[in-house]
């Protein structure tokens, strides 16, 4: 996955315009409000998931990549 992408799906604010583009969409095509609201809470919930695996996997690589360069040869 390239660096750009991951950098863009552990973005809050990239998770917050997927829900403010969604949650309008719904309620113009006629889906009750407590269905909106279920649909932007599991938007908003799934992305702070995917944020914080994104973001710790990006962590690991970087002190991978460290360690690599501090071992003795």
Do not use: C
């Not at 809050?12 to 997927?18: G, L, P, S």
């Amino acid at each position: 996955m390239s660096r750009d992408l991951k950098r863009k799906l552990s973005s809050r604010k990239f998770w917050a315009a997927v829900a403010g583009f969604v949650t309008p969409i719904l309620l113009a095509f006629g889906a009750a409000d407590s269905l909106a609201a279920r649909v932007t809470a599991l938007i908003m919930s799934g992305g702070a998931v995917i944020a914080y695996i994104l973001g710790e996997g990006m962590v690991d690589a970087e002190h991978t990549v460290g360690d690599d360069e501090n071992k003795v040869k």
